[in-house]
């Protein structure tokens, strides 16, 4: 079993920037992928980005250039730098690992960008 909590939400005016963390804990070797997905206020969750424990990232278009998802595979831990923050970014963002067939979320963390 692999849990999840993130930290690191907030309100933030447009243009600035916030770091979310999500640190697993359990069986944190056998994790595959963590990576971030948010879900705006009526709107389906979405991919934000991911990375693979190769090394390998991926992006939606929408945060290409302004987001950098890392991670420490020995830590169990993922980031998510975003930078040049849009109000359209706004919404719960939830960490995600893929371990196996199974998979884990956390509990969400809020991100609000306003003015």
């Known amino acids: 079993q692999v849990q999840l909590v993130e930290s690191g939400g907030g309100l933030v005016q447009p243009g600035g920037s916030l770091r979310l963390s999500c640190a697993a804990s359990?069986?944190?070797?056998?994790?595959?992928?963590m990576g971030w997905y948010r879900q705006a206020p009526g709107k389906q969750r979405e991919l934000v980005a991911h990375?693979?424990?190769?090394?390998?990232?991926n992006y939606a278009d929408s945060v290409k250039g302004r987001f950098t998802i890392s991670r420490d595979n020995a830590k169990g831990t993922v980031y998510l730098q975003m930078n040049s923050l849009k109000p359209e970014d706004t919404g719960v963002y939830y960490c995600?690992?893929?371990?196996?067939?199974?998979?884990?979320w956390g509990q969400g963390t809020q991100v609000t960008v306003s003015s």
């Open positions: 995600h690992a893929v371990y196996g067939t199974n998979s884990a």
């Open positions: 359990g069986n944190i070797f056998s994790i595959y992928v």
């Open positions: 990375a693979t424990s190769g090394g390998s990232t």
